[in-house]
Structures are given as C-alpha cells and as structure tokens.
C-alpha cells in the first residue's frame, strides 16, 4: 500500500515545532474538550520529546518500520497533542487522529517496507479490500459532510462568508483582480458546495477519477493559497489517491522503488482482495466506528437555536471555512464580599489566538470564567463571581450580545445539554 | 465496473440530488436583505496615505521635540536654575504630548528588540527606586535594561518634576550624578527616535506599502493590530488600573495614572484618544483627510452598519472625556466620570476589536484555522 506516503506529510509537522512554546508551553491556561480536562501538557522538555516521538513515528510509517508500533505512537501522540487545547482545534487534525487510529488496523506495512526485510513472512501482496474501503469511506464522509454543511442560506445566497474573504485578497498574484466582485464570491460558494458533496462519485467512478483529482488538486491549492489553512490542503491532496487503481499504485511504487534505489523484487500484482477482515471483532468494531461517524455530526439537530450562533453541535462534523465569527469578551470580577467589581485583561492570561477563539464559543467562555473565578479564589478573594460581556459578529451582521452579561458564570456548567444562557440569535440588524 | 456497482452510483448520485435540492428549498425560504455593491478597496493606497501623513510626520514631530528636549536638558545641565527648569518641562510636555500621537504605530522600525517603542520607553508608573539608584550607579546601558520602568519619557518626568518637592528643591537636588542619568535617558530617547524616522524614511517606506495583503504579518495587519492594543492601553492602563477598576483591586490608587509627576494625565488621555480617532476617521494630526479605516469599511459587507454604530460611540467617548473632571487625574481618579469614561471605552472595544477585524479579513494570529 503506496497510502504510507499520505503519513508522509505528517514529517511536515516539523514545523509546527516553533509553535511548541507559544502554544503549549507559555500560555497559562489551556481550554479543555469536555471530558477531556485531565489532559495536561508536560514541560517544555516533555513536550519537545513528545514532538520528537512523533517525527520518529512518522518515519517509521514511511517506510515501513516496526509500523504497528509507529501507527500506534503517532495516533496517540499526535491526538495527546491536539487534546491539550480545544482553542486549536481544527477539522483536519481531528481528520488526521482518525485516519491514523485506522492505519493501526491496516496492514500496510506488508509491501514496499522495512518490516519485511526484518520479517520476511510479513509480506503479503493483497490487502483486504476493507482496509482501503475503511478509508475510503471515512474521506468520503469529510466531503459530502463538509459539502452538506454548505447548504445554508448565508453560503449560498448570500455568499458569506467569502463575501468578506474574498475581497481581502485582492493582492494575490495573478487571480487576485477577480475577488473584489461579489459574482467571484457567488461562484466560489457554489462550486465549493458542489465540490465537496460530489467529489466523492467523481473519484469512485473511474471514468471520472482523473477529472476528479484534477478537480481535487485545483481546489484544494486554491483553498490553501487564499486561506490560512495549514498543511489541511496537502493532507487532502495526498489522502484521495486512495481512491485510484491497485495498478495506479503499484505503478508508483515501482517508480519509487527505482528512485530509491530499492532493491524489492518486482512488485507482483498487489491486489485488493479478501472481502472479510481476518478479525472478527474488526468488523462490528468499523460498523459502530462508522456508525459514529456518520450520526455524531447530526447533534446539532438536538439542540435548539442557531448552530453558528451557539455552536453546540459544531465541532468533529466536518464543517470547515463556514462562517465569520469574532468576538469581544469582557469578564468582570465581583468580590462576593466587598461586592467591588473588576474588569479582565485578557492578554494577561491568554495568547492572541486563545483569546480570538475563546471570545465567539460559549463552551470556551465558561471555561475561562471558571479558571478566573478560581484564580482570584487562590488569591484571596472571597466568593468570587464572573460575568462577561460578549460581543458577537457572525458574517458581517452588527455584534450582538452572545450571553446575559448580568449572569454569574460561575453557577453555570458545560453539559451535553443545550445551554439555556445563550442569549437567541438575532438575525435581523435593528438596534 | 460491474452492473450493480453502476446502479448503486446511479442510485447514490439520485438520493443525493433529493438530499440537495429539498435542503435548498428549505434553505431559501430565509430572508434577509442588505447587499452592497462589489467592494473595491486599494489597500496600497491606505497604506502609502497613512504613512506619509499620519506615521511619519507624527514621528517626525516626536523626533524634533525630542531633541528639543536633548536641547533644554542641555542648557539646565549647564545653568541648573528654575527658569531652565520650566523651559526643560515645556519641551517635555510637547515631546510626551507627540508620544500619544505615536504610541499606535509599534511596528516595523517602532518595534524595539524589546517591544513596541511605546512599552519600551512609555512604561509608567516610575519606579522610583531604581532610578534613584541607577542615579548614583551612573553608567547604566539604557538600550538593553530590561528596567523598563527606570527610563523613557516618564523617568525624566519623575526626574524633572520630582515627587513632592519644591521647584528650589528640585534644582538644589541636580548634582552631577543625576545631571548625567537625566542626559542619558534622553539621549536613550533621541537616538531611538533618530533610529525609527531614518528607517521609515529610507527603506521601511516601500516595504510597507508593497505588503498589502490581510494576513498576518501583512501591513494592514500589523497597522490595524497596534491600533487596538494601543486603544486597549488607553483603557486598561491609563484609566482602569488607577481607578481600580481591574479584577482583584480593592481599591483605587491615583499614582498609577500616566504622568503622575506632572499632572497632565487628563491632557494625554485626550491626545491618546485623538490619535486612535485620527486613525480610524482616516485624518493627519492637523486635520486634513486622508484614508483611514472608515473608508475601508465602507467598502465591504456589513461596513456600513458597524460604521454607524462606531461613530456613535466615538462621539459618547468625546463626551466622556469631556466630562472628566479638570485638574490632576490623580487626584480625580474615583470619580464616576473615570469609570463611565472606561465604560464607554469597553463598549466601543468591540467594534474597533472583533467586528472590525471581522468584516475586513483581517488576520491577526499565525495560526491556522477553520475559518471559524
């Protein structure tokens, strides 16, 4: 399986290294997932070696060595890493812990790799097809999801929030000329809903994969030039050739192999084949994976209220570059004794990116008011409590306020259940 | 492709068809109106207009009074009497008073190793303590203390206006030792300034204006980011930790304000907030238009309404500045105008801060995100 090249990118993490410091190690406090608030970062040492593990991993997967072990390691360091801070929580990073929680299960160190120059009994030119399907089928639930995420009046009839991006890119090089026009936003809107939720048969009907990948490459290049999006481009890029012909990728892989110097035999037919997984516990063990992943994203339906406005429902559903979201939080401080009453300067406590992100979730708004209320009660102060004023904007409508600014935080707590405080979204711009 | 497999892609491209169109449907019966035409926007041209009239005359004006104040230090070094005295705190009113109409502008050649020149030589309170004894040390290597508080404008101000004592006090205490601290953080002072106009003058010009995306790191970007830090200086530090007003204060304390030794604290606050306004309205310090963020967001989605709602919370701010009362802020610092004053700020903190940022595209972090 030539799939280990997609792992290839995960080395590119490398440079996330300048960022250990100002993300994990300086900030005072990091924003928890729920459930999730045991998970610490170490010190700066432990943090660097963890890094460390993780480049060592992704060699390992590269080319094949100890590649149980490797998967295993990265998955659970790379997923150790993103848990530390919800503030920078991503779609991909969330795209890239599942898909190396399913490398585990897939052979594919079976072929084309250090393992079986160790183990020779390990090589195995066919792979089970439900290895392959496993992750064909999870990429197909990032686009159609992602693409269905799209359907919203704001997306498609009023072009935001690429109405708003796209003309603060007018001085990119060459097509830069055409972001000022509302039409650009119109059709970017479109094609990009239409992209994401039909990609997916493009690239499962063969007559069409190349057009498809073609298509792939465009948009996802694009996408990475306009927007500050990471390394989430690449990791696509290299994900959907997946979908092409076993012979597509032993062809690649011979081609690899005589670039390297590689001395494999030849590689024989490296054939998808063996319906059943070997394991019996693999297949309801997928089945409830899968199940998950397909229903997980639906919550929201749960919940009442605006799902941008109060995001409850909103994240690991695949809803990526949907709407402009900023805010400004003041919390207040009250000393329940004197009943004197201050005002919080974020940036004492928070990095830039933390704060930007904190000030628009009220997930994260509840978190913070907790940390300050135990902060200034290690200080002394009696019965501290905590409201906020928080002024929200979503797609260029006028701020609105996003929680009862008179309401004690502190008596409030992150459940599953819809939160009742979110003040209601209001649409309409009458002040 | 087998048969079925065809059949199943037919049957799959046909659910997701009803799946997308009976969303639309549902999707389109929203409503809401509001559509400007398309935005065209020459940042370049923002960026050149603000920098040959608002930046570099406002740091022109700071270098000459400066050495105006290099100047009056001078000649009290050589004749220490009170009328030299006066004439030294003349040109440090003018050159502190040109301070606020740059503090806004920290980056490029403002932004010291340290920081942006503003926290690097505008650090305040004073403490006193270790400017009296880098006094009798002497000798001190200004440009790379990490002894903020010890140099700048306010260090010279606690120098020349003292802290208590007599105008005659004041003279008879300038020996030698503290003549050659007061010339070395002014000197500190000059050269910087000298240092920030000659680099925006040759080279930092061109670079800044050919930088004209919105990302982070871009001019606009940088432009746009120490205008809010330096709105939000304003409140937090000129008004809100004297007052008291900041989580975990019992109480106010007026020694914190700027400019405590002189007593102009209320001036500054005003010229502070002229400056942020010049730079939003899009105006030089004398008053002559040029492009500011209003015009910029009146080019894109939204700007319209958020201009509204600023400038009507600009003009609340002017009157609450107005309002506060004359006199030594210090001695003034509990009234209930300082906090209605940081009140109003705070309210306005928004629209300069996240919606503006917002609906312009710009970036204020590295780091990636989901465009959430």
């Known amino acids: 399986m030539a799939f280990g090249a997609v792992m290839l990118f995960s080395t590119l993490r490398y440079i996330w290294m300048g960022w250990i410091d100002t993300q994990l190690v300086d900030p005072l406090l990091h924003f928890s997932y729920y459930g999730f608030d045991w998970i610490a970062p170490l010190p700066r040492a432990g943090m660097y070696a963890v890094f460390i593990l993780m480049a060592i991993a992704c060699i390992g997967i590269i080319i094949g060595w100890y590649y149980r072990v490797s998967t295993i390691t990265y998955f659970l360091c790379f997923t150790y890493v993103e848990l530390i801070d919800i503030t920078y929580y991503l779609n991909h990073y969330y795209f890239v812990s599942i898909v190396s929680f399913l490398m585990i299960w897939v052979p594919a160190n079976r072929n084309f790799s250090l393992d079986i120059i160790r183990n020779p009994a390990l090589k195995q030119e066919k792979v089970s097809r439900w290895c392959i399907d496993a992750i064909k089928l999870q990429i197909g639930i990032v686009y159609v999801y992602a693409g269905l995420a799209k359907l919203n009046y704001d997306w498609l009839f009023k072009a935001l929030p690429l109405a708003i991006w796209l003309p603060a890119k007018t001085s990119v090089p060459i097509i830069g000329g055409i972001f000022k026009y509302k039409f650009t936003a119109y059709l970017f809107s479109w094609v990009g809903m239409l992209f994401d939720t039909f990609i997916i048969l493009g690239l499962l009907i063969k007559p069409l994969r190349w057009l498809a990948f073609i298509a792939v490459v465009v948009f996802h290049t694009l996408t990475g030039i306009l927007f500050q999006i990471g390394v989430f481009p690449l990791v696509m890029i290299l994900a959907v050739p997946i979908f092409f012909s076993d012979s597509f990728h032993e062809n690649l892989q011979t081609k690899l192999s005589s670039l390297l110097k590689f001395r494999s035999q030849p590689s024989t037919s490296l054939r998808t084949h063996k319906p059943a997984p070997q394991n019996r516990l693999i297949l309801p063990f997928l089945l409830v994976f899968f199940l998950f992943q397909l229903t997980f994203p639906w919550r929201y339906m749960l919940y009442p209220g605006n799902l941008f406005w109060t995001e409850e429902g909103y994240r690991f559903s695949w809803r990526v ?48 008011a907790h940390y300050l209320k135990e902060y200034y009660a290690q200080r002394g102060m009696e019965d501290p409590q905590v409201r906020a004023e928080v002024w929200v904007t979503l797609n260029a409508r006028p701020a609105r306020l996003l929680i009862d600014p008179a309401l004690d935080l502190t008596e409030k707590k992150d459940t599953w259940a819809p939160k009742e405080w979110i003040l209601p979204f209001q649409k309409n711009s009458t002040r | 492709m087998n048969i079925t497999e065809t059949l199943n892609i037919r049957k799959l491209i046909g659910i997701m068809l009803i799946v997308l169109i009976s969303t639309l449907g549902i999707v389109s019966c929203d409503d809401d109106g509001d559509d400007p035409v398309d935005p065209d926007f020459d940042r370049a041209a923002m960026l050149e207009s603000v920098a040959s009239n608002l930046i570099i005359p406002n740091f022109e004006a700071l270098q000459s009074s400066v050495n105006a104040l290099e100047g009056a230090a001078n000649t009290f070094a050589q004749s220490t009497d009170e009328a030299n005295l006066a004439t030294l705190r003349t040109t440090w009113v003018q050159a502190v008073t040109d301070h606020q109409h740059c503090s806004a502008f920290g980056f490029g050649p403002a932004n010291l190793s340290l920081g942006p020149y503003a926290k690097v030589l505008g650090t305040f309170p004073v403490s006193e303590e270790k400017v009296e004894r880098n006094v009798v040390t002497g000798d001190v290597d200004l440009a790379n203390t990490f002894d903020l508080n010890a140099k700048g404008f306010y260090t010279v101000e606690y120098l020349i206006y003292g802290n208590g004592a007599t105008d005659a006090e004041l003279v008879a205490s300038f020996d030698q030792a503290r003549k050659d601290y007061l010339l070395l953080v002014i000197d500190d002072l000059t050269t910087t300034f000298d240092n920030i106009v000659s680099e925006w003058k040759s080279s930092y010009l061109q670079e800044f204006i050919s930088s004209d995306g919105t990302s982070a790191g871009s001019s606009i970007s940088l432009y746009y980011n120490e205008f809010v830090k330096d709105y939000e200086n304003l409140k937090n530090f000129k008004l809100e930790l004297p007052a008291g007003l900041t989580a975990g204060q019992e109480s106010v304390d007026g020694s914190l304000v700027e400019a405590f030794y002189s007593g102009i604290s209320r001036d500054l606050v ?5 400056n942020s306004k010049n730079i939003w309205f899009g105006l030089s310090r004398s008053g002559d238009p040029i492009i500011g963020f209003e015009e910029y967001l009146s080019e894109v989605e939204g700007g319209t309404a958020l201009i509204a709602t600023t400038k009507d919370a600009i003009t609340v701010i002017d009157n609450a500045i107005a309002a506060l009362p004359q006199g030594r802020l210090s001695d003034n610092i509990g009234a209930n105008e300082v906090k209605v004053l940081r009140d109003e700020l705070q309210a306005n903190t928004a629209n300069f801060k996240s919606s503006m940022s917002s609906l312009l595209g710009i970036s204020i972090t590295f780091n990636s995100g989901d465009g959430d």
């Open chain 2, 270 to 274: 005003e010229e502070h907030f002229e």
């Open chain 1, 321 to 368: 570059m949907l709407m402009e979201k900023a805010g400004t939080a003041t919390f207040y401080v009250k000393n329940g004794e004197s009943g004197r009453e201050g005002s919080v300067i974020n940036h004492q406590f928070l990095n830039p990116h933390q704060e930007k992100q904190m000030a628009m979730q009220p997930d994260l708004i509840l978190q913070f």
